[in-house]
């Protein structure tokens, strides 16, 4: 417990540090607690520290916690990759989805999202350099794909999300450019606000290039017990 409160003010600091070496203001920047893989305990440690942004990958790992947690106000951010039969328990459990790629996944979290809850905010995760791996729509998809989720009643688009191959710190900047070239052509630019990028390991190099929530999960909690 003391050492999360070290951690998280070390994380903290580092982000403000970051904002000012690029001109930015530190409220400009938002930490997204990433807890998968700990238990609903850590994330109460750092609630009480403050913190109620909180980025979990695996749904039903994600479920438990929100359930155990759920007398807290947290704000819940999907971060992982996006299965089509799962939308639904995201439409009524998120705030904030992040990993969406395809029309259809954004069709089902808006006809699913429940009436009483505001629209549910999404990110549209690109595959900013081309990684085989990686989940995210191409880039030559974005325009066409910002038109149509845009349209949809029950949810928000914010903006875009990435996650680069180590050391490829270029693809932010990338990503800014693409990110600025959909804000200059969008209907509502002032909705148009969203960066998600930067991870333990690159969140200087994602803040100066114009990351506006950073996802941050071992530099506050720890080394994870089973990789992802
Ligand atoms: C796990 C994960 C993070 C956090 O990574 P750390 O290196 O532990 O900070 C951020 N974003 C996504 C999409 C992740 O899966």
């Known amino acids: 417990m003391p050492q999360f409160a070290l951690q998280y003010a070390q994380v903290q600091q580092h982000i403000q540090q970051a904002c000012e070496k690029s001109g930015r203001a530190a409220t400009s920047v938002q930490l997204l607690a990433v807890s998968k893989t700990h238990p ?9 520290l403050g913190q109620r942004a909180f980025g979990e990958n ?3 790992e994600a479920l438990d916690k929100i359930e155990q ?25 998120f705030a904030w ?7 259809i996944i954004a069709e089902r ?3 699913q999202r429940p009436e009483n809850l505001a629209p549910l905010n999404l990110c549209l995760q690109v595959n ?18 910002v ?20 050391e490829h710190s270029a693809a932010f900047a990338q990503t800014k450019q693409l990110f600025d070239q959909v804000k200059a052509r969008h209907h509502h630019p ?39």
């Not at 900013?128 to 794909?145: T, W, Y």
């Not at 002032?190 to 114009?210: F, H, K, P, V, Y």
């Open 40 to 48: 609903a305990s850590a994330i109460t440690a750092f609630y009480q």
């Open 58 to 60: 695996y749904l039903q």
């Open 69 to 93: 947690l759920k007398q807290l106000s947290i704000e819940w951010h999907f971060i992982g990759h996006v299965q089509r039969n799962k939308t639904k328990h995201l439409a009524e459990n």
């Open 97 to 103: 989805v992040h990993g969406v790629d395809r029309l």
């Open 109 to 111: 979290l808006s006809n």
């Open 128 to 145: 900013i350099d081309d990684q085989e791996s990686k989940d995210g729509c191409r880039v030559d998809e974005v325009a066409d794909l």
């Open 147 to 166: 038109a149509q989720i845009s349209q949809l009643p029950n949810i928000q688009l914010r903006g875009l999300m990435v996650i680069p191959k180590p």
């Open 190 to 228: 002032e909705q148009w606000d969203t960066l998600s990028m930067g991870m333990s390991g690159d969140l200087d190099a994602a803040i100066a290039a114009g990351a506006t929530i950073v996802r941050i999960g071992t530099a506050l909690f720890g080394a994870r017990n089973y990789n992802t």
